[in-house]
């Protein structure tokens, strides 16, 4: 069977904003709904915290199993269960009784999920290899317009019809996310007996140069670290800057989103450059250009300012994790491509669990201009490393199989 990998491209580029606005959506009344639970008041920001964080440890912590079937099952299998099962442990959260079940819940979301990575190494094993960055690129603007549009979503929603029925609603949007990988996504993919099976060790004895692929999954944990670092006090920073602005809360929420507008309208038009010259070398000017973004942060006067940085930001972002991908999947065998994705995965995840830590660490001992620096700090590591884990293929394009 011949599988139209660009139809499959754009259903999953459905699926994955439908994941990355579901996740999103629920993120602005999290606290608040806490607090409707009978958390004490003392504790909120403690939960709220951890209902994120849970998600994303779990999901690490998970990854590789799921990567493991997927090799052997198929992507699209994979695809299906996750977003079949967020649908439940999502809608669920809208019949909580207390704090402790909406964490539990929480974690479940996390150990099923998997419908971006999944779909990422569903496309990955499908497009042409000179197509690859481009296809990869687009891919990765599905999640992260779902992620733009969730909490003005979110927040409308929760007004119009209570933060209860916004779960309900989730629920459903990610059940008619299931329907449409169910009969839309083809993939041909002969299921492998358990026996006949390449272990990932015989599969990373397969890749021309192993190092850099475990060079590309710290280059992801640390990249993760440095975007999530400033999350826990970007809203507070732009309050503290906007002094008497009035609707401050509307400014922060421009000033938050406009970096994923700039991703946006970049990532697929990199993916291309990347295709063309080599996805390390975009790779490392979107590091050098993120580290250039960040460092005037710490030093902005207005709220202006740091929206205009954050824009600049954002074009440099849409080139790192496709850039990453494309390159993880130029390096892997087809038959454990599901597999290392899910390791990557698990580097990202982590370091989504210890960027806000860490962010917040460096605020509380040197203040929010602190965090930048701090980020910047964590990003030249990046760069330094990417500059050890490419040499001599600098200014190249090179073939990694």
Same mark, same amino acid.
């Given at each position: 069977m011949q599988v139209d990998w660009k139809r499959n491209l754009y259903i999953a580029w459905l699926g994955c904003f439908f994941t990355g606005a579901s996740f999103s959506l629920v993120m602005p009344f999290i606290p608040v709904y806490i607090e409707e639970l009978g958390a004490p008041k003392s504790k909120i920001e403690f939960y709220a915290g951890l209902a994120i964080s849970v998600t994303a440890l779990a999901s690490a912590l998970v990854a590789p199993i799921w990567g493991n079937l997927a090799d052997r099952k198929g992507r699209k299998l994979m695809m299906v269960r996750a977003a079949a099962g967020m649908t439940i442990t999502m809608g669920a959260l809208a019949f909580v009784p207390n704090v402790y079940w909406l964490l539990i819940m929480r974690f479940m979301t996390g150990v099923l999920s998997g419908y971006v990575p999944n779909a990422t190494a569903m496309i990955a094993s499908q497009a042409p290899m000179e197509k690859n960055g481009w296809a990869l690129g687009?891919?990765?603007?599905?999640?992260?317009?779902?992620?733009?549009?969730?909490?003005?979503?979110?927040?409308?929603?929760a007004e119009a019809f209570g933060m209860?029925?916004?779960?309900?609603?989730?629920?459903?949007? !990610?059940?008619?996310?299931?329907? &449409?990988?169910? $009969?839309?996504?083809?993939e041909d993919f002969q299921p492998i007996a358990k026996k006949n099976i390449v272990s990932t060790k015989d599969i990373i004895g397969k890749i021309k140069d192993p190092s850099m692929l475990y060079g590309l999954f710290i280059t992801t944990l640390i990249l993760q670290i440095g975007i999530t670092s400033?999350?826990?006090?970007?809203?507070?920073y732009i309050r503290e800057l906007g002094?008497?602005?009035?609707n401050?809360?509307?400014?922060?929420?421009?000033?938050?989103?406009?970096?994923?507008?700039?991703?946006?309208?970049?990532?697929?038009?990199?993916g291309k450059i990347g295709d063309r010259y080599g996805n390390q070398n975009v790779l490392l000017v979107g590091l050098v250009l993120f580290m250039f973004c960040i460092i005037p942060m710490a030093f902005v006067k207005t709220?202006?300012? !740091?929206?205009?940085?954050?824009? &600049?930001?954002? $074009?440099?972002?849409?080139?790192?994790?496709?850039?990453?991908?494309?390159?993880i999947s130029k390096l892997t065998p087809k038959e454990g491509v599901s597999r290392i994705f899910s390791y990557n995965q698990m580097a990202q995840n982590f370091g989504q669990v210890l960027g806000p830590l860490i962010g917040s660490t460096i605020a509380t001992g040197f203040g929010y201009s602190g965090v930048f620096i701090g980020?910047?700090?964590?990003?030249?590591?990046?760069?330094?490393?990417s500059l050890y884990n490419f040499k001599g293929t600098i200014g190249k394009h090179i073939d990694y199989t």
């Amino acid at each position: 069977m011949q599988v139209d990998w660009k139809r499959n491209l754009y259903i999953a580029w459905l699926g994955c904003f439908f994941t990355g606005a579901s996740f999103s959506l629920v993120m602005p009344f999290i606290p608040v709904y806490i607090e409707e639970l009978g958390a004490p008041k003392s504790k909120i920001e403690f939960y709220a915290g951890l209902a994120i964080s849970v998600t994303a440890l779990a999901s690490a912590l998970v990854a590789p199993i799921w990567g493991n079937l997927a090799d052997r099952k198929g992507r699209k299998l994979m695809m299906v269960r996750a977003a079949a099962g967020m649908t439940i442990t999502m809608g669920a959260l809208a019949f909580v009784p207390n704090v402790y079940w909406l964490l539990i819940m929480r974690f479940m979301t996390g150990v099923l999920s998997g419908y971006v990575p999944n779909a990422t190494a569903m496309i990955a094993s499908q497009a042409p290899m000179e197509k690859n960055g481009w296809a990869l690129g687009t891919l990765a603007t599905g999640a992260v317009a779902g992620s733009l549009i969730g909490p003005l979503m979110g927040g409308a929603l929760a007004e119009a019809f209570g933060m209860q029925n916004v779960f309900i609603i989730t629920g459903s949007v !990610l059940f008619l996310n299931t329907l &449409l990988t169910i $009969f839309f996504v083809k993939e041909d993919f002969q299921p492998i007996a358990k026996k006949n099976i390449v272990s990932t060790k015989d599969i990373i004895g397969k890749i021309k140069d192993p190092s850099m692929l475990y060079g590309l999954f710290i280059t992801t944990l640390i990249l993760q670290i440095g975007i999530t670092s400033i999350s826990p006090i970007l809203t507070l920073y732009i309050r503290e800057l906007g002094g008497g602005v009035e609707n401050i809360l509307f400014v922060s929420g421009m000033i938050v989103s406009i970096a994923g507008v700039s991703a946006f309208i970049s990532s697929p038009f990199l993916g291309k450059i990347g295709d063309r010259y080599g996805n390390q070398n975009v790779l490392l000017v979107g590091l050098v250009l993120f580290m250039f973004c960040i460092i005037p942060m710490a030093f902005v006067k207005t709220p202006f300012q !740091l929206g205009v940085l954050r824009f &600049l930001m954002g $074009f440099s972002t849409g080139a790192l994790m496709p850039s990453i991908n494309s390159i993880i999947s130029k390096l892997t065998p087809k038959e454990g491509v599901s597999r290392i994705f899910s390791y990557n995965q698990m580097a990202q995840n982590f370091g989504q669990v210890l960027g806000p830590l860490i962010g917040s660490t460096i605020a509380t001992g040197f203040g929010y201009s602190g965090v930048f620096i701090g980020t910047a700090g964590f990003i030249l590591i990046n760069i330094g490393l990417s500059l050890y884990n490419f040499k001599g293929t600098i200014g190249k394009h090179i073939d990694y199989t």
